[in-house]
Structure formats: structure tokens, C-alpha cells
């Protein structure tokens, strides 16, 4: 596609239930980031695919969460048992290139998580 | 620990006069990117201006321009002639010169009144 697409573009749901948001990065990109931004914050990182597998999953909170890129193009960012606490807005970014000193990352325009 | 600090959390300024917004950072390495986002309330991070460490030259993009001032870990955004579409909020951000994860500031709000 032409950018980075997010979906949903919002999501609200109960605490303790289960969710799944999507990204679909540019095309050809192999590069895959996700970021996390709390209200009023910037963004903190949660994981780093390179392809199919996550070159650093360092900044993921916990084990509630967890994300896929099965065929190194689309991912999915899972979050179990969700807290009130995940409430936020989930970026994800792609680039050509992850390890490359002129990558330039693409954003999305995230999904608004509330969880009641 | 790679760190990034913006002090301002928010700036206001007059269409058309000049505003700078601040940035500190922290890291060890030698070689690194500093970059400046603008996320206006679409959410969508849009990159401003970017800076490669290894060159003094303070990079421009037409109305956008950068103080990096490496001794100092210091990195500043000028923008000239504000416009009201440059109201948004604007993030410092860091990352290694070989790529991987981007290091944001807290952010700062500006916005530019008519």
C-alpha cells in the first residue's frame, strides 16, 4: 500500500478480555516496528521484526503481550488479559531496511486502545 | 542507556516569527541519528529534519533547521517563518547509527497562534 495502515483505528474493550491490532506495513519493507504511547508520553518501543523474526523484543511490558509477522509482511501486536493500565495509543512503523544507516521509518496513525 | 529529554513541554508562538524547541540526549555510542517527528492530532508521525552525528554540518529542510551541538548532546529545532499548520506536537528522537529502535522525548506542544 502507500503507507503504513492500522487497523482498528480504535478499539475499546473490558478489562481482562483479549485483543488483536493489526499492522500492514509498506510494501517491500522489512523492517517492522511497534511503539507504545501512553497519554501526554512519547512513544516507547515494544518489539523489532526483522522479516519474520523479532530481532529485539525488549520493550514488550510483560508477558500478556506478544506479536507475530508470520510471513515477514503484516503483523500483530496480541495483548491477554488486558489491564487498564495498556490503555494507549499502539504505533507501528516500517523501513526498507532495518539495519541500514539511512532507514528512515514510516508511522502509521496507530490504534487508540481503551479498555475499560 | 541510550536518553532523550525535552524540558519544554509546551511553546506557543506568532505566525510567521521564529520558535526553537529543545532536546537533550544521552548515549554511548559514537555514531548515532537524531531526528525530529511532528505528530499532528491524526496521530501519524511525520519525520521533520534528521542528523547524523559523524556530520557537523546542522542539517536544514527549508523552514526546519537543527543546533546539534554534539559535546553538549544537545539538539534544537528552529523553525522560521511559523505557519499554523506547523501546529503539532514534536518529538526528539534517537536511534544508533545502524538502525533498530527509535528513543523519543517526552514532547513538546507547540502551537502557533494567528
Known amino acids: 500500500g502507500a503507507g503504513v495502515s492500522q487497523t482498528p483505528s480504535n478499539k475499546v474493550t473490558e478489562k481482562g478480555k483479549y485483543v488483536e491490532l493489526r499492522c500492514d506495513p509498506i510494501?517491500?519493507?522489512?523492517?517492522l516496528y511497534w511503539y507504545r504511547q501512553s497519554l501526554g508520553q512519547g512513544p516507547e518501543f515494544l518489539i523489532y521484526?526483522?522479516?519474520?523474526?523479532?530481532?529485539?523484543d525488549s520493550g514488550l511490558p510483560n508477558d500478556r503481550f506478544f506479536a507475530v509477522r508470520p510471513e515477514g509482511s503484516v503483523s500483530t501486536l496480541k495483548i491477554q488479559r488486558t489491564e487498564r493500565g495498556d490503555s494507549a495509543v499502539y504505533l507501528c512503523a516500517s523501513s526498507p531496511r532495518g539495519e541500514s544507516r539511512n532507514t528512515e521509518a514510516f508511522f502509521g496513525q496507530g490504534t487508540r486502545l481503551t479498555v475499560v | 542507556a541510550q536518553t532523550v529529554t525535552q524540558s519544554q513541554p509546551e511553546m506557543s508562538v506568532q505566525e510567521a516569527e521564529t520558535v526553537t524547541l529543545s532536546c537533550t540526549y544521552d548515549?554511548?555510542?559514537?555514531?548515532?541519528?537524531l531526528f525530529w517527528y511532528k505528530q499532528p492530532p491524526s496521530r501519524q508521525m511525520i519525520l521533520v529534519i534528521r542528523q547524523e552525528a559523524y556530520k557537523q554540518q546542522n542539517a536544514t529542510e527549508n523552514r526546519f533547521s537543527v543546533n546539534f551541538q554534539k559535546a553538549a548532546k544537545s539538539f534544537s529545532l528552529k523553525i522560521s517563518d511559523s505557519q499554523l499548520g506547523d501546529t503539532a506536537m514534536y518529538f526528539c528522537a534517537l536511534r544508533r547509527n545502524q538502525g533498530g529502535k527509535l528513543i523519543f522525548g517526552q514532547g513538546t506542544e507547540l502551537s502557533v497562534k494567528p
Open positions: 521484526f526483522q522479516g519474520t523474526g523479532a530481532a529485539d
Open positions: 510494501s517491500g519493507h522489512t523492517a
Open positions: 548515549t554511548s555510542e559514537s555514531n548515532y541519528y
